[in-house]
Every structure is written in structure tokens, then in C-alpha cells.
């Protein structure tokens, strides 16, 4: 099994402010099959990011997704009031998909 | 407009089975994988079984591998889990969420609302 392990656990930042989330994997994932979500409370979560780096339908460009073999990296360049949620990264090149424990983006 | 409609969940005492159940409208179903993703209550991620379009490929995480059991029905639109000897820890919100690549394996690109399960005596 890959584990992911997402860094920080807790990121505290400002509105307009840069934020780089970070995911490393135990082992190699396979052709980038890497993939980021964001979970606001009480729904379920949504795609941002496939394959390390592809944007998914209707996800606005302040999103990108970098990185490759064991460490992948989220950023959103400049943070929008409504960007503030937890962030997972999951890889899904192995028969059994994993995601990382997550990162909460909180509004500093 | 892709929809997925849980159902299925409750209390159930440990050791007991439940079965859970998605309906699926607004795509073609049997053109892609489909998985279950739980949440325990406050936290992460966990995935735990996806079966491909024709029901040829299946895999489990190591913590549910043997109790639980994913099936598919493309006649129906349907997609089942099976949850046999459940424990305490089994105790989630369980999505239904479908795969984005067509035939293949990818990412969740749609979710549903999630159906609870409890276990406890």
C-alpha cells in the first residue's frame, strides 16, 4: 500500500495570500496518478486535480497542481474567502487507491 | 446531470452485516469504474473498494478486505456494498463516487451526498 503523507497538517494564512500544500508518497506513483480534493464542512469532497497536474471541470486557474514520483505539491496563488476547507491529495496508480490524511487551509 | 443516490445505512450491532446501495442517473454507468470512500465522523479520507465497468477488476483496502464486498448491477444503475463482521471501526459517512476515466482507473469526479453507518451495540 502507498502511504501519503500531506504536509503541513495546518496551514493559517490571509485572503490574497499564496498557499503550497505538500504530498509525499512512501513510494513511486505511478505515471502521476496523483490527485488533489477539497472538503468544505458538511459536503462531500471535490475535485480539483488529476494527474498531478490537470485542472478538473469548471476548477478556477488560481489552482495548480505540480511534481512527480513521490512528491506532489497544491498551490493556490492567491487565496479566495471560499478557499478555505481541508485539502487531500490521493494516488490512484496502484489497485489500491490511498489518500493522504489531509491539510487544513484556516483563515488566519 | 450526474446524480449518485446512497442509501442502505443505520445502526447495526458489531458483528452484524448491512448493505449498501447507489443509484446512479445522468451518465452512462456501465462505461465507468466505480468506487466507495468513507469518513469516519471528524475525520479523513479512506478508500475502500472500487470495481471496474464490467465488474472484471475489483479491489479492497487492506482493513475491509474479506468482510466487504463490492458488486455492480449496470442493468440497474446500481452499485452495492456488501459489509459483512462489521466492527466499531467501520463506523463512516460512505460515499459513492465515480470514476472519471472511461474504462479505466482514475479519480473521483462526481460524489454523492454519503449514507451513515453506525455500529454500535
Known amino acids: 500500500e502507498i502511504v501519503l503523507t500531506q504536509s503541513p497538517g495546518t496551514l493559517s494564512l490571509s485572503p490574497g495570500e499564496r498557499a503550497t500544500l505538500s504530498c509525499r508518497a512512501s513510494q513511486s506513483v505511478s505515471s502521476s496518478y496523483l490527485a488533489w480534493y477539497q472538503q468544505k464542512p458538511g459536503q462531500a469532497p471535490r475535485l480539483l486535480i488529476y494527474g498531478a497536474s490537470s485542472r478538473a471541470t469548471g476548477i478556477p486557474d488560481r489552482f495548480s497542481g505540480s511534481g512527480s514520483g513521490t512528491d506532489f505539491t497544491l498551490t493556490i496563488s492567491r487565496l479566495e474567502p471560499e478557499d478555505f476547507a481541508v485539502y487531500y491529495c490521493?494516488?490512484?496508480?496502484?489497485?489500491?487507491?490511498?489518500f493522504g490524511q489531509g491539510t487544513k487551509l484556516e483563515i488566519k | 446531470e450526474v446524480q449518485l443516490v446512497e442509501s442502505g445505512g443505520g445502526l447495526v450491532q458489531p458483528g452484524r452485516s448491512l448493505r449498501l446501495s447507489c443509484a446512479a442517473s445522468g451518465f452512462t454507468f456501465d462505461d465507468y469504474a466505480m468506487h466507495w470512500v468513507r469518513q469516519a465522523p471528524g475525520k479523513g479520507l479512506e478508500w475502500v473498494s472500487g470495481i471496474s465497468w464490467n465488474s472484471g477488476s475489483i479491489g479492497y483496502a487492506d482493513s475491509v478486505k474479506g468482510r466487504f464486498t463490492i458488486s455492480r448491477d449496470n442493468a440497474k444503475n446500481s452499485l452495492y456494498l456488501q459489509m459483512n463482521s462489521l466492527r466499531a471501526e467501520d463506523t463512516a459517512l460512505y460515499y459513492c463516487?465515480?470514476?472519471?476515466?472511461?474504462?479505466?482507473?482514475?479519480?473521483?469526479?462526481?460524489w454523492g451526498q454519503g449514507t451513515l453507518v453506525t455500529v454500535s451495540s
Open positions: 463516487a465515480k470514476d472519471m476515466s472511461l474504462y479505466g482507473s482514475g479519480p473521483h469526479d462526481y
Open positions: 490521493q494516488q490512484y496508480g496502484s489497485s489500491q487507491y490511498t
